[in-house]
C-alpha cells in the first residue's frame, strides 16, 4: 500500500474522472461487501481498480470509519464516496467486564434485533466468541441461547462487524503485525452457523483476506451442534477448524439434549466428522461435551465416548455446565468431571477441562441470550 500512501491530491484528482459518484438510496455499507463487488462498483462509477485496494485497506486495515480520514485520496473524491457509501459498526447497546478480564458487547444490528460477543482475553491468546444468528435455530436444552427461538440470520456485514467492533474496543488498528489482542476467533456465539452457512462463508472469507484482516483459516473455529449435510462443504470451501457440541453418548440422551440429534443422529455425525476435509493428528476435530451432574458424567459414558470417536483425529474439551436463570440442570462436581477426563485422556485423547470464563456477565460458553424476539407476520391485507 506505500505506493498508494505516496499519491498527491493533484494526483488523485487527475486520475479519477468521476469525482461525484451517484448517491444511492441508502449508502451501501462496505462492512460485508465482497472486494470483487466493490471493484465492479467502483469501475461502473469509472474509478480505477486502485481505488478499491484503498477502500480495503482503510476498512480492514486501518479500521477508519470515517471517509474525511482517508489521507490518500482527494478530498473531493472523500466526499463522494462517502454520499454513496458507509462503514457500518454494531450500536453498542451494553458493555460488561467480568472479574476475570472477559468482556461481554451487547450489539445492536438492523431491525432493532441485538446479539452478542464475547472476548476472553489468555496469556497466550486473545478469543473472540460471535454469533451467527439473532436467537438460535436449534433449542439445545442446556443452552441459554436456545431458550430465545430463531429471529433471522445475521448478515456477513453483521457477523464481520462484531470483530471489527471488538477491534475498535481493544485500540487494535492499524493491524498489528504480531502481539494481536485478538488472536482467535471462535463462532460458538448465538446461532447455528452451519444454517446460515452463505453469510457465514462470506465473513470468513473477508477475515482470511491476506491484504485485509488477514487472519489464518488455522487460528478460526466454527462450532456445529450437527449439521451433517454442510460439514463437507464447510471443510472443503473454508478449510476452519470444526468443533463439534456432541454431549451425549447415546441417541436417547442427545435427542434430548440435542434435538437436532433426531435428524442428524449420532452415527451420521461421527461418520461426517470422519470424513472431514483436512483432519489429522495436527489439526483434529473437537469435540464438545458439557458436563451435567448425573446425566452424561459418569465412567461408563466416558468409556463409551472413547469408543465413539475411535479413528477420530480428535480431542474433547469437556466445559463445566456453566448455570443461566431457569437452567434444568446443574454443572458435574469437580471430583466427577476430573476422574471422566482421565479415563479419556488415558484412551489417548487430550482432554482439557475448559475453564469457566466470564460466569458473572452470563458470558462464558451456552449463557449467550439476547432481548430479540421474532415478530409475528403481519396479516395479509384484505
Known amino acids: ?9 493533484a494526483e488523485d484528482v487527475a486520475t479519477d474522472p468521476c469525482t461525484g459518484p ?22 461502473s462509477l469509472g474509478l480505477p481498480a486502485f481505488r ?12 477508519v470509519t470515517d471517509f474525511s480520514a482517508m489521507t490518500t485520496i482527494a478530498k473531493p473524491l472523500r466526499a463522494a464516496l462517502a454520499r454513496r457509501y458507509r462503514i457500518g459498526r454494531p450500536e453498542v447497546v451494553r458493555a460488561e467486564r467480568s472479574n476475570d478480564g472477559t468482556t461481554k458487547w451487547l450489539l445492536g444490528v438492523a431491525d432493532a434485533h441485538r446479539i452478542e460477543a464475547v472476548h476472553i482475553p489468555e496469556d497466550d491468546r486473545g478469543t473472540l466468541c460471535i454469533s451467527s ?19 433471522r440470520n445475521l448478515t456477513a456485514g453483521e457477523i464481520v462487524g462484531q470483530l471489527l467492533h471488538a477491534r475498535d474496543a481493544l485500540g487494535e488498528w492499524p493491524t498489528p503485525p504480531d502481539g494481536r489482542l485478538i488472536t482467535n476467533l471462535v463462532l460458538m456465539g ?70 437436532l440429534n433426531r435428524k442428524y ?60 436463570p431457569g437452567a434444568p440442570y446443574q454443572c458435574s462436581p469437580p471430583a466427577r468431571v476430573d476422574a471422566f477426563a482421565d479415563i479419556v485422556n488415558a484412551a489417548g485423547y487430550a482432554s482439557p477441562v475448559r475453564a469457566p470464563r466470564g460466569r458473572d456477565i452470563l458470558a462464558a460458553c451456552g449463557q449467550l441470550k439476547s432481548d430479540s424476539e421474532r415478530r409475528p407476520r403481519l396479516a395479509a391485507a384484505g
Request: glycine share 6%.
Open 1 to 9: 500500500m506505500d505506493d498508494l500512501a505516496g499519491r498527491t491530491a
Open 190 to 259: 448465538m446461532g447455528e452457523p452451519l444454517y446460515n452457512y452463505d453469510n457465514v462463508a462470506a465473513a470468513l472469507h473477508l477475515i482470511m483476506d491476506n491484504e485485509g484482516l488477514a487472519m489464518s483459516r488455522r487460528r478460526i473455529t466454527l462450532s456445529t451442534a450437527g449439521v451433517v449435510p454442510m460439514m463437507a462443504r464447510c471443510g472443503a470451501e473454508l478449510g476452519v477448524n470444526l468443533a463439534v457440541s456432541l454431549h451425549a453418548v447415546t441417541d436417547e440422551l442427545r435427542d434430548v439434549l440435542v434435538p
Open 133 to 151: 444468528q439473532v436467537g438460535c435455530t436449534l433449542t439445545c436444552r442446556f443452552c441459554h441461547t436456545g431458550t430465545q427461538r430463531w429471529v
Open 52 to 63: 478499491a485496494r484503498q477502500l480495503w485497506h482503510w476498512v480492514y486495515c486501518r479500521g
Open 265 to 324: 443422529p449420532i452415527e451420521a455425525l461421527l461418520a461426517a466428522c470422519r470424513s472431514y476435509p483436512g483432519a489429522s493428528n495436527a489439526r483434529r476435530i473437537t469435540f464438545e461435551y458439557v458436563m451435567l451432574d448425573g446425566i452424561n458424567d459418569s465412567p461408563a459414558d466416558a468409556r463409551a465416548l472413547v469408543r465413539l470417536v475411535r479413528g477420530i483425529p480428535a480431542k474433547i474439551n469437556l466445559i463445566p455446565f456453566n448455570p443461566w
Open 22 to 43: 451517484a448517491e444511492p438510496a441508502d449508502p451501501i455499507d462496505l462492512v460485508g461487501m465482497d472486494r470483487a463487488v466493490l471493484a465492479a462498483d467502483l469501475a
